[in-house]
């Protein structure tokens, strides 16, 4: 097959693809089964902080070994090295470029540190030992998501599915694919959305605000966040604004809950703001210290300033073959994205303020962004991973079955694509760039073609199932089951909505 031929893919290649494809798929068989076995659990889990210790554990064990074997996707790991040398050359001036080829400031930060010690111990970018200083802040970040989603699990479940949960995202590849397989920064923005996610859900303005922020300043795909966070946000502020003309409470009474969104949704907007900008003064991007300049270059410029239709994403460009290629200068790439902010909104708001349900307003999160990555130009191999997870986030709310069949199959699309992709680039070793076979994409490639129109149909029952439970409040759950096949049978069968 082309993709195995053309790009220096080998043997060894093919044979982790298919290990880590068959791993996922037992993953996934293995998350159903204790689903089914907790779905009526209402006991207490003993030594929960040990068992939840020893998951995060495992997951850690496991993505060292990934992380110390493959060094990933040449052109990401350099955009850290590159910030690392450039610490080491100009300390924290000068560090400058385009939003795709430097790390955002949240990002930045955090490598201050690691790079830093990678600096006084003076390391090259090829030693294993650099490596490790690149990928651990991203293990953390993979491991703090687990977290996320225990919380919002333990909070909105049960003790025993929570732990479930967790240890499914410890251990599916993935979820660790983007971090220590490709390295790649979306990692931090996937657990800043996990985050802002789970305080949506607990109705917390302010940390709902801050994380959303962050996300939004890690990574270019955390903007997509924001239509939710918003809509979110300003619903409640007008109705406390309402409450406040009808019922005019006097003294501290307006920090009580009917009204004190009129005060902390603003605050926390300006707040939150205000405390990224000052963090990411450290990194002079562009030379400006304009606030103005600095909300531009990060968050809007690039929302219509992309070199492809997509690089070997799941997307509907992929399916065109416009995969890799530039778009034309006539291509009315601001007229795009007003477009499809407006689509984005409309949909958020109109089922949100039907039905106000905070467990809705995750999934339609995970829809926002599902739909981002579908059809939207600029893409990777690797920029789904954030769906995922909240996607995941949002079963833990809503504990509809049909949720975990978009997860599966998407999931699965997800590791055979990037794998596949990182493959055909000769990417997938350890080796020192110049040993590589090919650094650079072959193009279109008949797996992305076949896990994008899967990943397209996915996407069209999502949009069916998060009408269908955001309009109605109808939910398809697991029935309790004690044995293997019965939790197969249990998740494939078609009952009437509750």
């Not at 990037?418 to 650094?439: A, K, P």
């Not at 998060?466 to 096949?485: A, D, F, K, N």
Request: charged letters at 15%.
């Amino acid at each position: 097959m082309e993709f195995l031929s053309v790009g220096g893919a080998s043997a060894s290649d093919a044979a982790i693809i298919a290990v880590t494809t068959v791993f996922s798929v037992l993953c996934f068989i293995g998350l159903i089964v204790l689903l089914c076995r907790f779905a009526d659990f209402d006991g207490k889990v003993k030594n929960t902080v040990v068992i939840l210790s020893a998951v995060l554990a495992v997951g850690l064990v496991l993505r060292l070994v990934f992380a110390l074997t493959i060094r990933g996707n040449r052109g990401d790991y350099g955009v850290f090295i590159n910030a690392i040398n450039n610490l080491k050359l100009n300390g924290t001036s000068g560090y400058k470029g385009d939003a795709s080829s430097s790390l955002y400031p949240m990002v930045y930060l955090v490598y201050l540190i690691f790079g830093g010690l990678a600096n006084a111990m003076d390391l090259s970018a090829h030693d294993v030992s650099m490596q490790f200083m690149v990928k651990f802040p991203l293990i953390i970040a993979d491991l703090l998501t687990a977290f996320a989603v225990y919380k919002v699990a333990d909070r909105y479940t049960n003790r025993a599915m929570a732990l479930t949960l967790a240890g499914f995202v410890c251990v599916c590849p993935i979820f660790f694919i983007g971090s220590v397989i490709w390295c790649s920064p979306i990692t931090f923005t996937v657990m800043f959305a996990c985050f802002a996610c789970y305080f949506l859900a607990r109705k917390k303005y302010a940390p709902t605000i801050a994380f959303g922020m962050l996300a939004a300043f890690s990574g270019k795909e955390g903007i997509y966040l924001f239509p939710a966070v918003c809509v979110f946000s300003v619903f409640h502020l007008v109705r406390a604004a309402r409450n406040i003309r009808r019922d005019k409470p006097k003294g501290d009474a307006i920090l009580s809950a009917d009204y004190r969104a009129v005060i902390s949704v603003p605050v926390s907007f300006v707040l939150s703001f205000t405390a990224v900008y000052l963090l990411g003064l450290v990194m002079v991007h562009s030379h400006s210290y304009n606030p103005f300049k600095y909300i531009y270059e990060f968050l809007l410029a690039p929302l219509a300033d992309w070199k492809y239709f997509t690089v070997d994403g799941l997307s509907v460009y992929s399916i065109f073959n416009r995969s890799g290629m530039t778009a034309g200068a006539r291509f009315p790439s601001w007229l795009f994205v007003c477009m499809f902010a407006f689509i984005i909104f409309g949909v958020v708001g109109v089922v949100y303020f039907t039905k106000r349900n905070r467990a809705t307003m995750v999934l339609l999160i995970a829809f926002s962004l599902f739909t981002m990555q579908v059809y939207y130009p600029d893409t990777t191999a690797v920029s789904m991973q954030g769906t995922l997870a909240v996607m995941l986030v949002a079963y833990a709310l809503n504990r509809d079955k049909r949720i975990l069949y978009v997860l599966f199959l998407v999931g699965l699309c997800f590791a055979i694509n990037s794998l596949t992709t990182l493959g055909n680039m000769g990417q997938m070793n350890n080796l020192s760039d110049y040993d590589l076979v090919n650094v650079a994409t072959s193009g279109i490639k008949a797996v992305t073609i076949v896990c994008s129109v899967i990943t397209i149909f996915a996407h069209l029952y999502f949009t069916v199932v998060t009408v269908s439970i955001g309009m109605t409040g109808q939910r398809r759950m697991l029935e309790p089951s004690r044995t293997i096949g019965g939790s197969i049978n249990e998740f494939f069968s078609v009952k009437r909505d509750k």
